[in-house]
Every structure is written in structure tokens, then in C-alpha cells.
């Protein structure tokens, strides 16, 4: 039998407590040091995923997974081991735990960097093989030194503050960080070439991306003051690590102190083995403190996006804090049931592929983050035409490779700025409707909608005004406005003991064009709908499941 609860595989080693928070939700496979061909064969019955920087998390694993798992977990932050892309297009999210292990990164780094200028390790190594060389380890001082963080994020600003601490004259390279967050850490921001060639000491903070690779190259390290020494707790893959040989060899770099490298464990030992090198086996989120708070944070964020949660620290989806995400959740479910409306009023064979959104809010355009509602709309839209299962993280991928593109537009309205949004409307254009009164004048499929009361309701379809809450499934059903309409419809539809939840008829003028909207809770029979079909009044109708 099925197990009801998640299957969360935990591929490499977490803090207790994690692992014990994830117990009480799901069964954990505690299993580290998978082959990835082993990674493969497990996580096809795996709803998520944890690793720290050991496991490679390619396409070929999302691809493995048939669709079921849902949720990678990195504990810890760098997510260049992850194949971001391909996590998307399976609609997986990823998570990580981004704040636990700042300290210990910098605590490190600064280890790192007075171990290396007191030739710490050299010296401890030397002794223990029973020399004692006072002369041969004499250091280099840090106070008044320059130090150039490279990458003034949450570890390099960390490291900034120690090292001013220290002493030390700190300048920082990142041209993304705020300079006034930087000068209230009294430290400068500067060009990258400015950084590298005036520092003593340059440590690097920058995550591992196509811009940084190898950022640190022969032409860089050329620029560099002789003598400059090097940490980095980052990423290997930021140095060229032939390069850095080469500059230590030629006494550009006196000294470097690394703890992370292109390929770990790293396989070429020249630099290791390097006497001006200070290694350690990636250690720098590795404190009991750093490595509890990893294990919670993570266990927290994969709990919560398995019980459908929105993450705070998702990395392929938007963040919506939680605040935001608890004024938008009625209408959340109003943009995915307005898709899933409109998309079935389109007549088989018109292709989707050009849809208008406009929200009616008195709020301020920059109010209003409609990046969820998008990603519902185009769940709704998607879902009933095709076999994709779309989400958050998808959501906007899986639109680009099916050709649908949608447009948002606001409306800016004079009433109360307490609601978020007032209506959506959804526009299909370009494509022949079965239910030609859902066509506005100017040709489109038109469906509007609102919260009343928490729960969505369509309000308008085509030029008609209704008014059904989009609960169960819906008819809709034009006639020539006259007495008795709604009796005829609804006794058939109780002759088949079909519960009719709501009701509404939306007219032109009296005694012209009306459409009648009727909401049921059962789906009625086809016989019944041809009964429906059949009254002399009835112009046309369509059946909806929403
Ligand atoms: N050795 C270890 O065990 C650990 C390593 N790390 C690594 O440390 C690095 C920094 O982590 P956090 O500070 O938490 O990340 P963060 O995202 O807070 O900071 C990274 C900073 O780098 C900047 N940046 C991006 N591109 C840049 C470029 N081309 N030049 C200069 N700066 C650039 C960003 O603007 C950002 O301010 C990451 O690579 C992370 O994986 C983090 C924790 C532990
Ligand atoms: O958090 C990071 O980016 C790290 O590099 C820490 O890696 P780890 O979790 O110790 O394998």
C-alpha cells in the first residue's frame, strides 16, 4: 500500500534537529554517498530532496523522478551544485537555507586569513614532524593592511566588520550591493579592477555564476600587487586554479588560503600541496551552530513548500512574504478558476495563444505583485487543454515552449485601497468560442471575476453580467429572456437529483438576450444537458468544470 505521508530523501549529512522536523512529517531516507546513477534510481520515489554542495542535482535526476519530486532542498546556500533550469522545467522548487551559515563562512574566512598570515598550518605541520623553525615562519601583519572583499553580501559584509576589527582597511568589490550598506560598515565600494590591485589581502564572497568563473585568470592575477594574498571560502570554480599556480609560483600570489575548489575533492594536488597553501575540505558552514540552523531552516522551508506553502527562500520561484500572500489568497484561487473558464470556452481546434489579464485595483501599480497570479491564471489556462502540470516554478516556462503569451494590464480604480484587487479579467483573443456570447464586442473570449465574501465568483462572461460563485462546475446557457426559463432548466436538472448551488441571469434589456449562469454541484448527465439544449428558448449553452 501507499505510504500517505512524503518521502524525503536526505542525500547528505544534516544537523539532528532537521532530521527530526522532517520526521514528523514525513519518512526520511537518511542515505549519503549515492553514485549518481544510485541519486537516480532512488528519487523516482522521492516527493523531496535535501543536499548540502557534495550532491551533483543534474537534469538527469530531475529527469529520473517522473514527475514526483517536488521540492530540492539545499542546506546551506551556494545552489551551484542544482540545475536550476531543469528544476524549473519539471515544475520542482528549489529551497535553501541562505542565512544559517553566514557566520561560520565568515568565521572562517578570517580563520583562514590570519592562519595564512602566520603560516599557521605550515608551522603546526613542521613542528609535528619534529622541526622547530622559528625563522622560517615569520608572518605578515594584518593591521593597516588592505583588504578587498570581493562579493558584499551577507559572509563578505560579516567578514568586512571582523576584519575592521582586526584592524585592517577594508574596500569591497559587488556591483550589485547598496553603497550606503556598505559605508555604514565604513567600507568603500570600488571598481573591480581598483579592488584587486590595491589590496594586500582580497577574499572572496561571490556566488559561483557564468560572471564570476574563473574571475580571478592569469590577466587578473597580473594586475594584482605583488605579494597579494588570497582567501576564499566562496566557490572554487571563481579561481583558475592553473592560474593561481602559476601567480604562487611567480610570487605575484604570496600566499592563498582556500577552502573550496573547482572539482571537491580537488584532484590535481599541485595546489593543495602547494607550500603557500593553506586548504581545508570546505569547511566554512561546518560549526555545530551553523550546521543546526542549516538542518532547521531547510527542514522548515521543505515542509512547508510539501504541505503547498509558498517559500521564503525559494530560488526558482517568487518569494511572496507571507503577509502579501494572505490579502492574495482568495483572488490566488479566483485567476487559476478564471483561466480554466475561459480556456474551456474555446472552441476546439483554436489555438491558445494570445491572452490579456488586467487587474482592477485602487492600489498603486507598484502595489501589487501579480507574478502569483499570473502563474495561476496560466495553471488554469494550461492544465484542462494539456497533460502539463503547472505551478509557481513553471508556470511561466511551460507558457514560453507552448507559444502562449500573456499581456497584464491594470486598471486603475477610485475605490477602496483595503482589497488588493477589485476584479480580474481574463481576455483570450484570436480563437472562436463554443459559447459565442463569452465574445466581447470587439471578438475576444471575455470572462471577469471578484471575491465576495473570500470566495471567487464570475461576474461577467462575454458582455453579460452574472454573478456565480466558481465553487463546483457551471452552465451556462444563453435564451431569449421569458418567464419560466430558470424552472424548465432547473427541474431538469433536479429530475437527475443535481444540486443547483447558485443561480444567476445577466440580460441585455427585458425580453431580449439573457445568460443564464446556474451552478451545480454534480456534473449533470448528457442526456440531461440535451434536455438543457432542447428547450425551444435556448440559444446555445456549455457545460464547465471548474
Ligand atoms: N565555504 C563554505 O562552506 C560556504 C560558502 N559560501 C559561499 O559564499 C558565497 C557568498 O555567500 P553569501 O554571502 O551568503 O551570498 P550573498 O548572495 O549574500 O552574497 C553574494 C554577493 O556577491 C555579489 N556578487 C554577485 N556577482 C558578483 C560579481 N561579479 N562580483 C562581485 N560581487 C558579486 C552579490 O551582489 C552579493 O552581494 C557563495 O558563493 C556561497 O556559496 C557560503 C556559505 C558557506
Ligand atoms: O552554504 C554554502 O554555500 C556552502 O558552501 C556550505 O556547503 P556545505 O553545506 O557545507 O556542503
Known amino acids: 500500500m501507499c505510504s500517505p505521508k512524503p518521502t524525503v530523501l536526505v542525500a547528505e549529512k544534516l544537523g539532528e534537529a532537521g ?252 595546489l593543495v600541496q602547494h607550500e603557500n597553501v593553506t586548504a581545508t575540505p570546505h569547511l566554512g558552514a561546518s560549526t555545530m551552530e551553523a550546521q543546526e540552523g542549516v538542518a532547521i531552516e531547510i527542514a522548515e522551508a521543505v515542509v512547508g513548500a510539501l504541505n503547498g506553502e509558498l517559500a521564503a527562500t525559494a530560488v526558482n520561484a517568487p518569494m511572496v512574504p507571507a503577509e502579501v500572500l494572505s490579502e492574495l489568497k482568495p483572488f490566488v484561487a479566483l485567476a487559476e478558476k478564471l483561466g480554466r473558464l475561459a480556456v474551456q470556452l474555446v472552441a476546439g481546434g483554436s489555438g491558445v495563444k494570445s491572452v490579456k489579464v488586467i487587474y482592477g485595483s485602487a492600489r498603486a501599480p507598484d502595489d501589487l505583485d501579480t507574478r502569483l497570479l499570473r502563474a495561476m491564471i496560466t495553471k488554469g489556462l494550461i492544465e484542462p487543454i494539456s497533460s502539463s502540470f503547472v505551478n509557481l516554478v513553471n508556470a511561466d516556462f511551460t507558457a514560453k515552449q507552448r507559444g502562449l503569451r500573456i499581456a497584464e494590464e491594470r486598471s486603475l480604480l477610485n475605490g477602496s485601497l483595503e482589497s488588493p484587487l477589485e476584479f480580474i479579467q481574463v481576455q483570450i483573443s484570436s480563437v472562436d468560442s463554443k459559447f459565442a456570447s463569452a465574445l466581447s464586442d470587439s471578438g475576444e473570449i471575455r470572462v471577469e471575476g471578484r471575491v ?51 443561480m444567476s441571469v445577466g440580460r441585455i434589456a427585458p425580453r431580449k ?13 448528457k442526456e440531461s444537458l440535451k434536455r438543457i439544449g432542447e428547450i425551444p428558448a435556448v440559444e446555445e449553452f456549455v457545460y464547465l468544470k471548474i
Open 19 to 270: 532530521v527530526n522536523l522532517l520526521k514528523q512529517f514525513a519518512d526520511v531516507d537518511c542515505s549519503y554517498n549515492l553514485t549518481s546513477k544510485e541519486l537516480c534510481t532512488k528519487i523516482s520515489l522521492c516527493d523531496a530532496l535535501i543536499v548540502r554542495s557534495g550532491t551533483k542535482v543534474s537534469r538527469e535526476v530531475f529527469e529520473s523522478s517522473g514527475g514526483r519530486l517536488k521540492v530540492v532542498g539545499r542546506a546551506g546556500v551556494g545552489i551551484d551544485n542544482v540545475d536550476l533550469a531543469a528544476a524549473t522545467e519539471h515544475g520542482c522548487l528549489v529551497v535553501n537555507a541562505p542565512t544559517a551559515n553566514t557566520v561560520a563562512a565568515a568565521e572562517h574566512g578570517i580563520a583562514l586569513l590570519t592562519a595564512m598570515a602566520r603560516n599557521i598550518s605550515q608551522a603546526d605541520a613542521s613542528l609535528k614532524a619534529g622541526k622547530w623553525l622559528r625563522n622560517k615562519y615569520v608572518g605578515v601583519s594584518l593591521v593597516g593592511k588592505t583588504l578587498a572583499v570581493m562579493g558584499f553580501g551577507k559572509v563578505g559584509s560579516e567578514v568586512a566588520r571582523r576584519a575592521k576589527g582586526l584592524g585592517m582597511h577594508v574596500i569591497a568589490h559587488d556591483p550589485y550591493a547598496p553603497a550606503d550598506r556598505a559605508r555604514a560598515t565604513g567600507v568603500e565600494l570600488v571598481s573591480f579592477d581598483e579592488a584587486i590591485a590595491s589590496a594586500d589581502f582580497i577574499s572572496l564572497h561571490m556566488p559561483l555564476t557564468p560572471a564570476t568563473n574563473k574571475i580571478l585568470n592569469d590577466e587578473t592575477f597580473a594586475k594584482m600587487k605583488k605579494g597579494v594574498r588570497i582567501v576564499n571560502v566562496a566557490r572554487g570554480g571563481v579561481i583558475d586554479e592553473d592560474a593561481l599556480v602559476r601567480a604562487l609560483d611567480a610570487g605575484i600570489v604570496a600566499q592563498a588560503a582556500l577552502d573550496v575548489f573547482t572539482v571537491e575533492p580537488p584532484k590535481d594536488s599541485k
Open 452 to 502: 465576495k465574501d473570500g470566495i471567487p465568483h464570475v461576474t461577467k462572461v462575454g458582455s453579460f453580467e452574472v454573478d456565480v460563485s466558481l465553487e463546483g462546475s457551471i452552465i451556462l446557457c444563453r435564451q431569449v429572456d421569458q418567464p419560466g426559463m430558470i424552472g424548465k432548466v432547473g427541474s431538469i436538472l433536479s429530475e437527475e437529483n443535481v444540486n443547483v448551488s447558485f
Open 513 to 525: 438576450h439573457a445568460v443564464m449562469a446556474i451552478g451545480v454541484d454534480e456534473e449533470p448527465t
